[in-house]
């Protein structure tokens, strides 16, 4: 169970990061998958903490609701693109 939970944590933060990164350097990306994928990145934060067992380090949980804030900033910084997008006819 411990191999396979960091293999796949491992493959949620990698593939997660490189659709934020792509969408981010590419103008016609598709910013729906960004979304979802920055939403994934942000429950895996989320359940990092329990995972690993660090719920009494206060310095990962710091850590943890940092990142955690700014994915809700890129989260949101996606909405408004998104919305400020012309829509195709």
């Not at 949620?12 to 792509?22: A, E, Y």
């Not at 934060?45 to 890129?74: H, K, W």
Request: glycine share 6%; aromatic share 8%; with cysteine.
């Amino acid at each position: 169970l411990g191999a396979t939970l960091l293999f796949l944590s491992m493959l949620v933060q990698t593939v997660g990061s490189l659709v934020v990164l792509h969408a981010a350097l590419v103008p016609s990306a598709k910013l729906g998958l960004a979304k979802r994928a920055t939403w994934s990145l942000l429950a895996f934060t989320i359940v990092q903490p329990f995972m690993y067992g660090e719920l009494t380090n206060i310095d990962f949980l710091c850590r943890s609701l940092t990142l955690a804030g700014g994915l809700l900033l890129c989260t949101f910084a996606q909405s408004k693109q998104l919305a400020s997008r012309p829509r195709a006819s």
